[in-house]
Antibody, heavy 121, light 111 residues
Framework: EVQLVESGGGLVQPGGSLRLSCAASGFTFSSYAMNWVRQVPGKGLEWVSAISGSGGSTYYADSAKGRFTISRDNSKNTLYLQVKSLRAEDTAVYFC??????????????WGQGTLVTVSS | QSALTQPPSASGSPGQSVTISCTGTSSDVGGYNFVSWYQQHPGKAPKLMIYEVNKRPSGVPDRFSGSKSGNTASLTVSGLQAEDEADYYCSSYAGINNLGVFGGGTKLTVL
């Protein structure tokens, strides 16, 4: 059974940093691209970042470029999102999601339960 | 990349059919057959319902179907049931070296 479990969210002050993690199990982690998608409470989904199965290719939304860094440790079956210089508008639930291919096909076939990041003073 | 365009709401009575549209451009929906649809109930993670325009993952009822014409994709839910009431999001592949793009979401109400 595929499982994705996010952690690392919480309350952080504007300008602060966090590292989100997503522990994966139930599939060959290194064989699939992985994604971070966020959702402001009560609003729609926003693709934030993605990484290929090998980790050699990374992709960012304009809102994340220069502030967020996606990475993965295939030996630990874990996906990360380092977020810095946080702003109030980054407040959202952050979901990790498995892609259906090793490359960024964009078919997200499994999702974690999400971790809430709240940016507030 | 701009978000795909979905109607904010849709509704139907139990047993009826409802279709939700998703309009993009030739750079996303119209250019590739990698359109997906996700169902999200309140407080839950999204769930993949349709992928590659019209394919259903295992376990998704055949009441859910997808199609595409030009730059517009559609999700049809037939034989509406109370549990179908949820938010639905479309997404599309947007080319190499690009993140995918989501629609703004449609709230489906079963009357």
């Amino acid at each position: 059974e595929v499982q994705l479990v996010e952690s690392g969210g919480g309350l952080v002050q504007p300008g602060g940093s966090l590292r989100l993690s997503c522990a994966a199990s139930g599939f060959t982690f290194s064989s699939y691209a992985m994604n971070w998608v966020r959702q402001v409470p009560g609003k729609g989904l926003e693709w934030v970042s993605a990484i290929s199965g090998s980790g050699g290719s990374t992709y960012y939304a304009d809102s994340a470029k220069g502030r967020f860094t996606i990475s993965r440790d295939n030996s630990k079956n874990t996906l990360y999102l380092q977020v810095k210089s946080l702003r109030a508008e980054d407040t959202a639930v952050y979901f990790c999601a498995k892609d259906s291919a090793n490359w960024l096909r964009g078919t997200l076939d499994y999702w974690g339960q999400g971790t809430l990041v709240t940016v507030s003073s | 990349q701009s978000a795909l365009t979905q109607p904010p709401s849709a509704s139907g009575s139990p047993g009826q059919s409802v279709t939700i549209s998703c309009t993009g451009t030739s750079s996303d929906v119209g250019g590739y057959n990698f359109v997906s649809w996700y169902q999200q109930h309140p407080g839950k993670a999204p769930k993949l319902m349709i992928y590659e325009v019209n394919k259903r993952p295992s376990g998704v009822p055949d009441r859910f179907s997808g199609s595409k014409s030009g730059n517009t994709a559609s999700l049809t839910v037939s034989g509406l049931q109370a549990e179908d009431e949820a938010d639905y999001y479309c997404s599309s592949y947007a080319g190499i070296n690009n993140l995918g793009v989501f629609g703004g979401g449609t709230k489906l109400t079963v009357l």
